[in-house]
Every structure is written in structure tokens, then in C-alpha cells.
């Protein structure tokens, strides 16, 4: 799925970028080789990089 339209990047690349040793989103941007435009999408990849790294929280299963 697409998460930043403005450069064309996938929650995929994203998630490798994160398990790859970025620990920011800007860090994340720079793995991919891209730079965030309108900024729409950084707290979603804010989450994906949180979920990639394991720090989300988990959900419990009732």
C-alpha cells in the first residue's frame, strides 16, 4: 500500500527502511533515497517505523 503519494513509497519499503536501522522518519526517508514533500504522511510512517521496530504497543487478545 501506498503511505507518502508524494513519493511513491510503500509501507514495504518504509518497514525495511525501519528494520534496516532507521529510527526516524527522517531517517526512513533517507534510506529510500526520497525526501518528504508535503509532510501528510509522516505520522503514518511515524507508526510503521514504531510497528517495524517492535515498539508499538501490542493488542491484547481478549
Excluded: H, W
Amino acid at each position: 500500500m501506498y503511505v507518502c503519494i508524494c513519493n511513491a513509497l510503500r509501507d514495504k519499503e518504509l518497514s525495511e527502511a525501519a528494520r534496516g536501522g532507521a529510527r526516524t522518519v527522517a531517517d526512513a526517508f533517507r534510506r529510500c533515497g526520497r525526501r518528504p514533500q508535503c509532510g501528510k504522511c509522516l505520522p503514518d510512517v511515524a507508526d510503521i517505523i514504531e510497528e517495524a521496530r517492535g515498539d508499538a504497543p501490542a493488542i491484547a487478545a481478549e
